[in-house]
């Protein structure tokens, strides 16, 4: 909903460059895509990274 009413106002300020960010946008989310899928991939290393590091700890019955 901020983004929207970001670009309203940048409408209102700037008509032309509210309208190529908005042409713009699909191509911006296109680039940005592959470092997204990246973040969620270094994620979920780190999530089992994590589970392997707290492994002990469960089954010893710490992590209740």
Known sequence: ???FLLWCLLFVV???LA???LLMWPLVWLITLPFRMLGIAV?????LLRA????PA???????
């Open 1 to 3: 909903m901020m983004g």
């Open 14 to 16: 700037c008509w032309p």
């Open 19 to 21: 309208l190529l960010a």
């Open 43 to 47: 994620e979920g290393v780190f999530a």
């Open 52 to 55: 392997l590091v707290m492994l």
């Open 58 to 64: 469960r089954v010893l019955g710490g992590g209740r």
